[in-house]
């Protein structure tokens, strides 16, 4: 089936540094993936639509200069977390789809991100 | 995309089948429902999906009722690794639009 990886699965890093996760579909291509934010105890939080080619979608009070979103393949998107606060520490989730096949959305197994 | 409910938590013997339902009486005729599952500190995992016919797999049963306003989810016999949130959405197939999340439903399977 469908398989979406992501990279790191954990990491730590200082205040006031940047952070990149990898999110890649493995055997499929996605033109569209979505990033979700999920804080302890909360369910999934969608924090930005990304998109092959072109600029990310963000969801309202997410800011886009905060969260880069970088798509440039159909097959890997990276999201940049700048400057990170300790109030970014979270688990951010990737999830792709293979619009070929219509098949279901497909997760990534999440980057646990704590800044110090 | 459709509005679900979903109790918040529910409990469940091991080895006892593991029904949770689901609510979403504003589905679309072209909306399917989908269900995931998030096992703690992990990405949430896909389960099943369907239309109107219920659907079985290595996994799970959706039993969908003829009005499609509500769906059941069945683990036919429940293990301890089931214990996770599971997650109701219904969404257009062909659609590329983004899937939200509501807060699912808690399951602990009790030995």
């Known amino acids: 089936g469908a398989v979406v990886s992501q990279h790191p699965s954990r990491v730590i890093c200082k205040s006031g540094t940047s952070v990149k996760i990898e999110c890649r579909s493995l055997?499929?291509?996605?033109?569209?993936m979505f990033w979700y934010r999920q804080f302890p105890k909360q369910s999934l939080m969608l924090m930005a639509t990304?998109?092959?080619?072109?600029?990310?979608?963000?969801e309202q009070g997410v800011e886009k200069d905060k969260f880069l979103i970088n798509h440039a393949s159909l097959t890997l998107s990276t999201l940049t977390v700048t400057s990170a606060h300790p109030e970014d520490s979270s688990f951010y989730i990737c999830?792709?789809?293979?619009?070929?096949?219509?098949?279901?959305?497909?997760f990534g197994n999440g980057t646990r991100l704590t800044v110090t | 995309d459709a509005k679900t409910t979903q109790p918040p938590s529910m409990d469940c013997a091991e080895g006892r089948a593991a029904n949770l339902p689901c609510n979403h009486s504003?589905?679309?005729?072209?909306?399917?429902v989908y269900w995931y599952r998030q096992i703690h500190s992990q990405g949430p995992q896909y389960i099943i999906h369907?239309?109107?016919n219920n659907e079985t797999n290595e996994m799970a049963s959706l039993i969908i009722t003829e009005d499609r306003k509500s769906s059941t989810l069945i683990l036919p016999h429940a293990t301890l690794r089931d214990t996770a949130v599971y997650y109701c959405?219904?969404?257009?197939?062909?659609?590329?639009?983004?899937?939200?999340f509501g807060p699912g439903t808690s399951l602990s399977v009790i030995p």
């Open positions: 999830s792709a789809r293979d619009g070929q096949t219509n098949s279901p959305l497909h």
């Open positions: 055997d499929f291509q996605a033109t569209t």
């Open positions: 990304s998109n092959e080619g072109s600029k990310a979608t963000y």
């Open positions: 504003t589905i679309s005729g072209n909306e399917y």
């Open positions: 369907g239309l109107k």
């Open positions: 959405i219904v969404r257009v197939k062909t659609s590329y639009d983004k899937v939200i």
